[in-house]
């Protein structure tokens, strides 16, 4: 039997999941591959500390006995950020090696270069484990779906983020102490702005986005806004109002107006698939003009949900060598379609505000509206204390940028103290197998 | 720009699908499989009939058109059941075309044929769409999820019947008027016996656990009993106890035990993934020894969505034309388990009785469990009416043959005038990423 041998940069959460699939799986990966993958030489940082699952490893501390190996087939990159493992992988390309990595900064700020380089060497490079984990979603919208126009994609795809909101919702505890929690369970990192502030869920729908809509989205395309800002409050009254709230990414190509691409949190109705979602489960809702609605579920991290998927591509890469075959699914970014401003995208808000309580407040803040033409669907006038009282207002759908000015107007109006949420309401939409 | 040429079998609501997703999303279809993908030839039984989308296409009445056809490489047969189907699929694999199918009834009981067939004659067999409609499932398991041991696959995969039970369980309607309702929508044939019966669920869980087992499992393996005795006291004792009536399919591997395939209604517990998939919706769960739980959603059947697993077919085998390879992904039944027997396999079980209402006995009815070590976990008694009562008992986990044998003594029991149901009660299992 034909042996595959590879080597793997990074030892990790994930480098321990990897190493574990693939010696507790062996018999069945084999059987199922037609070839033996050997793990032959694993980058660490330093070699001669102890690890878990490290017994009959060759470890180094120098890439170039990887990359200077020819024996060495497949290069599976855990190293996480920019710098080193672009240019390793970029370099292991170069020497015909075929990558596997679930490195989602790479991928979204530097996709067109790795596929670039893919193509120039003709080898593999694979990336499912970048986005969602375990969850299988880069296959599934490169082949599963690829007889669709994908219309939409929206996802949960941060765990960090969605377990405190869960903890939130459920125990009604602010933000800090939920932070407090998700970081003492290890589910949220000492400084923990890349989740909180919505960045991990851009690079992954930057991903996605570019995957469904066949078109180049990076990091930087995407607007983001964290959840930092969600207070008990804005739960309770997302509850009262039939909705959970949840830091959504969404991808939607309006056509014409662009791809409209974004992460910040939204009031979801309950009844939506993914309102449902909760703790650190991912999951990634697809919209296509052929197949309706469908959705992916599972867990978005940890060590062996993640090794699930990067161990899954190197079994795809092993059966293109088996059948001396790469490349079989090309990089699908072959449209350049523009993007459509965050000012132009459309929504209904939830507005908070807290006001004066006395007659004739409703109509100046419904004529602050009303001047940048936004209509609302409801109003709720509660919690008065002392002279104040807030006002709920739930938004007919509006141009942001309307909604923006409204909102500058209302600040500026003496019997509005403070304008204290705008969250987007997300409403299902009614559109399925609309080919 | 190569011309890929497919001979299509039936036209119905599926082969509609088809032609309008080859015809509206063909640009996208040659850009992402960088060949023209050409609708050459349909198969029906009167070709003078009009129908919708037939403009442009040439139709037959002869199968020899399309099978002695040199230029058809793609052969996508929808005539449904299993003669001639099955006759076609093989005699088109002989003549060296590939095939894709969305017919469960020939997957599930020759799949074993049509795979030598496949691999003898150095062509491709797809069958995304016999199962699960436009949910991706047989590519996710085959490929994403190949480097898990799977140990459990789990779905309701019959839409009908999910329909049916949402209804019930919604408004309170009983089995009779619901089905009739179901039937008036066109979700259910003149003939429901296919659907509430079990056997449509039957046959694609036969073809998921082969694949999640890698062993073949027939459509005569799995244990069937479907939803005609479900009445509305069952549906409203399972919502005060936290549960959902749900008809699932369910495959495990119990190692040494055996493979345990069978197709029932359960009591599942609100919390549970599959709970809140509802109406027409199916959804598939699968536990893996990497991945932990994961999860696939969407509609399980209808032209469009059954379409978009149809097309997704086509252009994998485009894909693997234009690189020139077949076979990529063997079949994966490379093991040969045995079958676990339904006396041999456990669950825990709702029972509901009506009997005397006297002193007494619940103390007989313990008494008769007890006999067969079936301990009871929770029991209701209500529902007075003249002298009877009914009782509802929850059991610990048994094994099926005890439970049979406890409701045979219950049955005899002078004080015992019925027992009304018996349902197994699916108790969500806590073992995530247990590689």
Redesign the interface.
Same mark, same amino acid.
């Given at each position: 039997m034909r042996e595959i041998k590879i080597g793997m940069l990074g030892f990790g959460t994930v480098g321990t999941?990897v190493v574990?699939?693939l010696r507790?799986?062996e018999q069945?990966?084999m059987?199922?591959t037609?070839a033996k993958l050997c793990l032959k030489t694993v980058l660490v940082r330093d070699a001669k500390k102890k690890r878990p699952y490290m017994e009959g490893l060759h470890l180094t501390e120098d890439i170039e006995e990887i990359l200077s190996d020819e024996e060495i087939d497949i290069v599976i990159e855990l190293l996480g950020g920019i710098h080193p493992a672009r240019e390793y992988m970029l370099r292991a390309m170069g020497k015909g090696k075929n990558v596997v990595t679930a490195n989602k900064d790479v991928v979204a700020q530097f996709g067109k270069d790795m596929f670039e380089t893919m193509e120039k060497h003709g080898v593999d490079f694979h990336f499912?484990a970048s986005v969602g984990g375990?969850?299988?979603i880069v296959?599934?919208l490169k082949?599963?779906?690829?007889?669709?126009?994908v219309t939409e994609i929206m996802g949960i795809i941060n765990g960090t983020t969605n377990y405190m909101l869960t903890q939130m919702t459920e125990n009604g505890s602010d933000y800090d102490s939920v932070l407090k929690e998700a970081q003492e369970k290890g589910y949220a990192e000492a400084n923990p702005a890349a989740d909180v502030e919505g960045l991990d869920a851009a690079r992954k729908i930057a991903i996605l986005a570019s995957i469904a809509f066949?078109t180049r989205i990076r990091f930087e395309d995407v607007s983001v806004e964290g959840i930092t800002h969600i207070t008990p409050p804005d739960i309770d009254y997302a509850k009262t109002l039939g909705y959970v709230v949840k830091l959504l990414a969404i991808g939607r190509d309006l056509g014409e107006r662009g791809v409209d691409v974004r992460v910040h949190p939204v009031f979801l109705p309950k009844g939506h $698939?993914l309102a *449902?979602v909760n703790d650190v489960y991912n999951a990634i809702f697809v919209r296509?003009?052929?197949?309706?609605?469908?959705?992916?579920?599972?867990?978005g991290a940890?060590?062996? $949900?993640t090794? *699930?998927?990067?161990?899954?591509d190197?079994?795809?890469i092993a059966?293109?060598m088996q059948?001396?075959?790469f490349g079989?699914?090309?990089c699908?970014c072959?449209?350049n379609k523009s993007l459509c401003p965050i000012e132009e995208t459309e929504a209904s808000y939830y507005v908070r505000l807290l006001v004066d309580d006395k007659p004739g407040v409703l109509a100046a803040i419904a004529t602050a509206f009303g001047n940048h033409k936004v209509s609302m669907k409801s109003v709720i006038q509660t919690r008065r204390c002392q002279d104040k009282a807030e006002i709920v207002a739930i938004t007919h759908r509006v141009k942001h940028r309307a909604l923006e000015e409204a909102a500058v107007d209302l600040r500026s109006l003496a019997v509005v103290s403070e304008v204290r949420s705008i969250i987007r309401v997300e409403n299902m939409q009614e559109e399925?197998?609309s080919?």
């Open positions: 999941g574990r699939v507790e799986n069945e990966i059987a199922k037609g499912e375990g969850i299988p296959m599934p082949q599963c779906l690829t007889a669709n126009r066949n $698939p *449902s296509g003009n052929a197949i309706g609605e469908a959705m992916f579920y599972g867990r940890g060590s062996l $949900p090794a *699930s998927a990067v161990v899954a190197v079994i795809d059966r293109d059948m001396d075959t079989r699914v090309h699908t072959y449209a399925n197998g080919c």
